[in-house]
């Protein structure tokens, strides 16, 4: 009866273990998809910001074109869309409602290139260098890009990257413990059967392989669970909104199921070790402590 009460309680304590380790890698799974769809959202707004470069009355639509071309070939450069004279006086008109060359007798605009830089180059210096360099073009009177709405956002995204940064460095130290005192309260009602096993004469490591093969299940199946959790939760939220998908991606996603696998794994095997080895060091008069 106390053989099979003592299966019971380490079969209850295995139990116990899983769950609440597997609440806590669900935690931690959602900032790690909270920060990842938070970067690739970034990037998206970054890459819909627009770069007009105007060109001179002198220069003609092939002019415009060749130098898209030559655009295009830039690592920087996410692409490139060529506006001709009648387009832009289409669009103006549209806008204001009025035709200019009404009352101008010829149409006002010139051809412009709209560009979207890749998002890496979407910051103040990067601009401020890109336009230089389109300057130097002869045909190119202007590049045109809205300076503030570019220092406001990167200013913005990276309050949201240290906020989040933060709360994961939080919420890995809170996982930690709590991981921590679950694999302590495990080994300590053990304690007494490694004291024994060290009397006989067993070694460190022939003591520690039980422990830390039972922490590998628990971790692996904790992992796992939370795994499953993330990803139908996402999966339910692909369901209510297809839009999602662009941002919360399944790159991101097998990113984020690794990364909580590969976090229960290593957080229970060092607790595990770490608890196991304290007990290890103790005399048999601490025991009882």
Not at 192 to 218: D, E
Not at 240 to 264: F, Q, R, W
Request: glycine content about 6%.
């Amino acid at each position: 009866m106390p053989r099979k009460r003592k299966k019971i309680s380490l079969r209850w304590q295995a139990l116990t273990s899983t769950i609440s380790t597997t609440f806590v890698l669900i935690l931690m799974g959602l900032v790690i998809i909270c920060a990842l769809t938070a970067h690739r959202l970034g990037e998206s707004v970054r890459q819909s910001l627009t770069v007009t470069v105007m060109f001179s009355d002198d220069a003609t639509e092939q002019n415009a074109l060749d130098y898209k071309k030559r655009l295009e070939q830039r690592q920087w450069v996410k692409d490139v869309t060529y506006i001709s004279r009648d387009q832009a006086l289409k669009e103006q008109t549209e806008a204001m409602g009025t035709d200019p060359t009404e009352f101008l007798g010829e149409n006002p605009f010139t051809p412009s290139l709209e560009l979207h830089l890749e998002a890496a180059y979407a910051c103040t210096d990067s601009l401020l260098w890109i336009s230089k360099r389109i300057k130097t073009n002869e045909l190119v009177t202007d590049v045109i890009y809205q300076k503030e709405l570019v220092e406001n956002l990167n200013r913005n995204l990276h309050k949201v990257t240290y906020i989040l940064l933060g709360l994961a460095i939080l919420l890995l130290l809170v996982t930690l413990v709590l991981i921590n005192n679950t694999v302590r309260l495990s080994v300590y009602s053990r304690r007494f059967v490694i004291h024994t096993m060290r009397l006989v004469g067993a070694s460190w490591g022939f003591i520690r392989r039980p422990f830390m093969i039972r922490s590998l299940w628990i971790g692996l199946t904790s992992g796992i669970l939370a795994d499953i959790v993330l990803l139908g939760g996402v999966r339910a939220l692909w369901n209510y909104d297809h839009s999602v998908a662009e941002y919360i991606t399944l790159e991101n996603l097998g990113i984020t199921a690794l990364a909580v696998l590969v976090c229960g794994l290593l957080l229970t095997l060092v607790c595990t070790f770490i608890s196991v080895s304290h007990y290890l060091g103790m005399r048999e008069g601490e025991m009882y402590e």
